[in-house]
């Protein structure tokens, strides 16, 4: 049993003073408000529960940073960043995948991420390419040394366009036959347990047939399991969509399937009025990754309409290019200020921009992650945050502006502990272990020629 008292904890009422919580095997045993600490308490300032980071790509990781020079053909675009991604990915083997995701992870957990869905295609270890298996099994160890709660998300890649029924070369490392991934799917579900859940997924509509896409959402509509899929992040890929099926991405997918609360849509910048109301009537979350989607140049989503129809939101670091969920957060609200000229433009529920952003995303998170946390109560998982409340971010704030403090100060974060599963994964500020998984991370980009 671990006790922890906290001068104020973020319950799913709101803020309480002086609050015992007890762990047990994983899960909050009991709370107790306006309490006394005691002397076997650990004693914390501010505790609020974990986010969700709903879309990971964690190879990615090692291209953060190398993709920012303009080419001689000054047109950058997503498309060019793709082909620099799929360098990468040809390159990175099972330890080194393991490397790069143990240091990725450790990183989310020291900003305050304490699940993490990876959105897994990159299947074939380019050392063993006929094991489909041993990729996962490197996402799985990192998560596991690292401590974070892990959806695992094995996605489903066969064609590399509308009208290219085969991978071309760069993706071959991700293509597989539907019956080869429904198989891989079931091994790895062999793996759940108190901290890892199987999801599934398609890559995109692009990347996978009608036919396959059916046979995907059957099996996850059976769990019900989480099922992802990336969706009109480009403009490219509407017209694509447009030209081949007639219809826009997310008109398609609606028309052709029935959307619940385990359906997780990633991106989808490019939607219309009518996608945004029928998107929104369903209980579907939509992966939102404002970092990544600034850096490629993706587009905005319309977030405000969404949210006036009670859209649902996760959030994600996608690529890596920031790992910081407050500052996911933060881009949210920014880029529809930037367009609309106004402010606040969030805050449709509460009058606090900050609290009712992340309190959205721990709802979709939650969802996106098919994993039971996101609250703070009884019985629920032992996955919480700690901030430092005596970090100056809080001077002079109040429970009603606390987390609009956090979310828009932009100020080095004032995380000190994250504990996952009743495990503190984060302590003084620094993940337990950080030094190892930043050597290993540094030998693996080095061998791999990440950067190249
Ligand atoms: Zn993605």
Redesign the pocket.
Known sequence: MTTVFAKKVLLASGWEDDVRLSVRDGRIAAIETAADASAEDIEVGFVIPGLCNA???AFQRALAGHTEQRSPAGRDNFWTWRERMYALAGSVDADALTAIARQVYSEMLTSGYTTVAE?HYLHRDPLNPDDVDTMFAAISKAASESGIRLTYVPVHYERAGFDKPLPDKHQRSFAQTIDEFLAHHARALASAGPTTKVGIGAHSLRAVSAESLQTIARIAESGPTPMHL?IA?QQAEVDQCLAAYGRRPVEWLLENFELRGNWCL??ATHINSEEIAALAATNAVVAL?PS?EANLGDGLFPLHEYLKQDGRIAI?S??HVSINPFEELRWLEYGQRLVTQTRNVASLRDSHVGSELFLRALDGGAAACGQANGRIEVGAAADFVVLSDEDPMFTGHDDDTRLDALVFSGFPLPVERVMVNGRWCVVDATHVQRDTARKAYAEAVARIGATA
């Open positions: 879309h990971s790509h959105f990336h992040e990633v991106h990754c990544t994600g996608d690529s």
